[in-house]
């Protein structure tokens, strides 16, 4: 099985960065996956890593150890429109699937 | 480019009553999944398909069928739906990258709000 655990609620304010985390237990590792879910909205894609290190896409940073079992959401310069739901999800070699974890549910304030 | 469409958007269902939720997406892509997401909660896989003709099961499957005739639709059907099957639905489609060591990310529909009363 999967164990994946991420955070449930972190509050931040406008302008600041901050650090999403997420730790998983899996077997066939293939790579995980951020997305961010507005609330009664879909989930949309924002990053995906596979080999350790860091991926930079703008305001957004994702890091992955795959030996630690442990990924980081990293938002900078943060915005009201980034208030959301942030989910991690491990994938894994079998037809492409994705176990999610149960969500980090992001406030940012003025 | 519609993306993933799912239909209805909203149901509201008696205990016992059956129905289908439809999605049909338009990007060609391999595999199609379905999720359910209860308050507070992750996505949780009920059903997902790597192909036309083919259906697996998930992590929660039960109480619940799948069918992909076509590569471009997958349907989800509740048979007798309980009250437990109150969620949010939502269906997703990713494509195969070709690469066993790469996978791709999952493009998602709107979502379908079903109440069991």
């Known amino acids: 099985g999967q164990n994946i655990d991420q955070p449930t609620e972190m509050t931040a304010t406008e302008g600041a960065i901050v650090q999403i985390n997420c730790t998983y237990q899996?077997?066939?590792?293939?790579?995980l996956f951020w997305y961010q879910q507005h609330a009664g909205e879909a989930p949309t894609f924002l990053s995906y890593n596979v080999l350790d290190g860091l991926e930079e896409k703008g305001r957004f940073s994702s890091f992955l150890s795959r030996s630690k079992g442990y990924s980081y959401l990293l938002l900078k310069e943060l915005q009201m429109k980034d208030s959301a739901s942030y989910l991690c999800a491990v994938s894994t070699t079998n037809a492409g699937k994705s176990t999610f974890g149960d969500g980090t549910t992001l406030t940012v304030k003025p | 480019n519609a993306g993933v469409t799912q239909t209805p958007k909203f149901r509201v269902l008696k205990t016992g009553q059956s129905m289908t939720l439809l999605c049909a997406q338009d990007m060609n892509h391999e595999y199609m999944y379905w999720y359910r997401q209860d308050p507070g909660m992750g996505l949780r896989l009920i059903h997902y398909?790597?192909?036309?003709?083919?259906?697996a099961k998930g992590e929660v499957p039960d109480g619940y069928n799948v069918s992909r005739l076509k590569k471009q639709n997958f349907l989800l059907g509740l048979e007798s739906a309980a009250p437990s099957q109150t969620s949010v639905y939502f269906c997703a489609s990713s494509f195969d990258s070709g690469r066993a060591a790469m996978n791709t990310e999952a493009f998602f529909g709107q979502g379908t709000r079903l109440t069991v009363v």
């Open positions: 899996t077997s066939g590792f293939n790579g």
């Open positions: 398909s790597v192909g036309e003709g083919t259906t």
